[in-house]
């Protein structure tokens, strides 16, 4: 890079499942997140920022490509990505980076690439191209397991089963804030924190450097070790959103129904069984208490990758973005985890801090931003003009104190619910993998959902309804209302259709306008 100015070093961070409104920062009245609001004293907190998609590959894959779901086309853990699609990691490493990842990118290869017998075809937890992957850290978890195992620990349990609460005697029926067998120093959070502290000290300081974060953290199974695990009072926090009962909710729209009626307690504690809507109140307030802690810990671990970074003399010429790919029901409407169509799965952090451009430092924007405005404004931080086939924008005029009036008033967030694998989906409404899918436009006063395969719509009046509980699609004076909405989502679907070539035009001159570059593996 000689005669240029050397490029800032990346630090990219991903919480995974980390609900938007819990950081202190944003205003919650219980969780405490120090260390992400001393991030944002020195960025900038985008609170009105939402994912573009749900479960984990669907909502990375935006994150990942700066594409909406209907151009990247991931729709579940499991489909792959294009490999025509560029990415993150591939952007960086054309402009002389090695992206260097710890954790995991749940991206599913494109097997048209793979040879058929590629063991790689038999799991969504692929590495995103471009990535060099120092440490992983896929589902099975066993390099943590064997970190866990020279440490002395009892790992026999292998996972999930090692994240057991430690209990004396007979466990009771309801949840328990036991820890695990691990310590707070043991976490799989400071398992990962560890590696890139080591890593960060191999860097010289003369070449920029670009590392992704991926924590599974305050993703389930929800448990965490002392003391976070009585860091919080279950009665505390603010009252779920839901209504009287879940079978209430279940009369409310048939998809609601099909997802409360599937929800299983196994998958968010370990030592459980049942349906999730079976839990009470005292345990999803428990579970609640314990989700926070779980926010608290990892919020320690950033706290010692700042102090790493600091210590390392690169602090002043990293960029760190703080962010999740989805968020948590947590209680809300009877469902923990995420999909569907609530706000409660889709609002995510997202703090940027670039040490270059401090104007609005320690500010917040309460304007709609999306999990694919991260790709363009870390390529504009670089200097690179972000191609135009992008579905995001990039944030950089909010970080040097500007106010874009040409700005969206609406957060967009799709859900695929097709299952290629069993057709579960498929059978319970009668409908092809094609039609098992909604989107959704977000504004201030309103939210519509449209489904797909003949399913009613939903509209919300969040102004006077902020707990999405009355649906007035079939509300004779909000008919005017729903055809706007439903206008506006086309046109929002007709605007951002796939434009890798549609911006391209072949004349007696050779070709005018852009051509997406794609993956350059």
């Not at 991206?107 to 075809?121: I, K, Y």
């Not at 009036?405 to 092809?432: L, Q, T």
């Not at 399913?455 to 707990?467: K, M």
Request: glycine residues 8%; contains cysteine.
């Amino acid at each position: 890079m000689t005669g240029k100015a050397r490029r800032p070093n990346i630090l990219l961070i991903t919480c995974d499942q980390w609900r938007g409104d819990c950081l202190s920062a944003a205003g919650h009245p219980v969780v405490k997140t120090p260390n992400a609001d001393a991030l944002a004293a020195e960025g900038v907190l985008f609170k009105r920022h939402y994912g573009g998609a749900a479960p984990c590959s669907p909502a990375r894959a935006c994150l990942y490509t700066g594409l909406y779901q209907m151009n990247n086309r991931v729709c579940r853990n499991g489909t792959p990505l294009d490999a025509r699609h560029g990415n993150i990691a591939l952007h960086a490493r054309g402009l002389g980076y090695d992206p260097t990842l710890f954790g995991y990118t749940d991206v599913s290869l494109d097997p048209r690439l793979l040879a058929p017998g590629d063991p790689r075809l038999q799991s969504y937890e692929g590495v995103l191209p471009g990535f060099t992957v120092r440490q992983l850290l896929p589902e099975h978890q066993k390099q943590w397991l064997s970190w866990l195992k020279q440490r002395g620990i009892d790992t026999s349990a292998g996972s999930p089963d090692i994240h057991r609460p430690v209990t004396q005697g007979k466990a009771s029926a309801s949840v328990s804030n036991a820890p695990p067998v691990y310590a707070r120093d043991e976490t799989l959070a400071a398992f990962l924190t560890g590696e890139f502290t080591r890593w960060l000290g191999e860097q010289e300081r003369a070449a920029p450097w670009f590392a992704h974060l991926s924590f599974i953290s305050p993703h389930p199974p929800f448990i965490v070790p002392e003391p976070y695990n009585t860091l919080y009072e279950p009665a505390d926090g603010p009252a779920f959103q839901r209504a009287a009962s879940w079978q209430e909710e279940a009369e409310s729209h048939p998809y609601l129904a099909y997802d409360i009626g599937r929800q299983k307690q196994a998958k968010f504690r370990p030592d459980a069984s049942g349906r999730v809507h079976d839990w009470s109140d005292d345990d999803f307030r428990r579970i609640r208490g314990i989700y926070y802690g779980m926010i608290s810990e990892v919020d320690a671990q950033l706290g010692r990758i700042w102090q790493a970074v600091k210590a390392a003399g690169a602090w002043d010429d990293t960029i760190i973005v703080l962010t999740s790919d989805h968020a948590e029901m947590m209680g809300d409407h009877f469902m923990l985890g995420k999909g569907g169509y609530f706000d409660g799965s889709y609002h995510i952090p997202l703090i940027i801090r670039d040490p270059h451009h401090r104007k609005a430092a320690g500010g917040s924007v309460d304007r709609f931003t999306e999990a694919v405005d991260i790709v363009p404004t870390l390529l504009d931080l670089l200097g690179e003009a972000p191609a135009p086939h992008l579905d995001g924008h990039s944030l950089r005029s909010f970080l040097d104190g500007a106010n874009p009036a040409a700005w969206r008033d609406a957060a967009h967030w799709e859900f695929d619910f097709r299952s290629i694998a069993d057709g579960e989906a498929e059978r319970h409404f009668g409908i092809n993998s094609r039609q098992c899918n909604l989107a959704v436009i977000r504004t201030e006063k309103f939210k519509y959902v449209h489904f797909g395969g003949g399913l009613p719509p939903l509209l919300f009046d969040l102004e006077n309804d902020r707990g999405e509980l009355n649906n007035l699609a079939a509300d004779p004076a909000y008919l005017v209302v729903r055809l706007e909405f439903a206008e506006r989502l086309l046109a929002w679907r007709a605007e951002h259709l796939d434009q890798s070539l549609a911006l391209a035009e072949l004349t007696e001159h050779g070709v005018v306008g852009h051509v997406s570059e794609g993956n350059r593996q």
